[in-house]
Nanobody, 120 residues
Framework: VQLVESGGGSVQVGGSLTLSCKPSGAIDTMGWFRQAPGKQREGVAAISTEDDTTYYAGSVQGRFTIAYDNAKNTIYLRMNDLRQADTAVYYC??????????????????WGQGTQVTVS
């Protein structure tokens, strides 16, 4: 399975962006991660495509929304009220692990190419 991301870009503080990730096949659990320069990759949000259960990192709770469109087999990350601290390369990822909800990068074994989000 391959993951194709789109939707990154530059936005002002307080603005919004939506990222998309389309897998080439069926995936049960997917997540969004991000990595800022000089920092470790961190989990942002995850979703079960079977029942739409979602999990969020505390830093984005209430501002970001992860969603799955079954008809398009695409997951989205809607990012509102963006802050400079949200600047990073964002990656979508997939896993079959039962620990998918922990938002730990090592749990995920399929990764997209990454898309840059810059907030200024």
């Amino acid at each position: 399975v391959q993951l194709v991301e789109s939707g990154g870009g530059s936005v002002q503080v307080g603005g919004s962006l939506t990222l998309s990730c389309k897998p080439s096949g069926a995936i049960d659990t997917m997540g969004w991660f991000r990595q800022a320069p000089g920092k470790q990759r961190e989990g942002v949000a995850a979703i079960s495509t079977e029942d739409d259960t979602t999990y969020y990192a505390g830093s984005v709770q209430g501002r970001f929304t992860i969603a799955y469109d079954n008809a398009k087999n695409t997951i989205y990350l809607r990012m509102n009220d963006l802050r400079q601290a949200d600047t990073a390369v964002y990656y979508c990822a997939a896993t079959t692990s039962e620990w998918w909800y922990r938002l730990i990068p090592n749990v995920y074994n399929i990764w997209g190419q990454g898309t840059q989000v810059t907030v200024s």
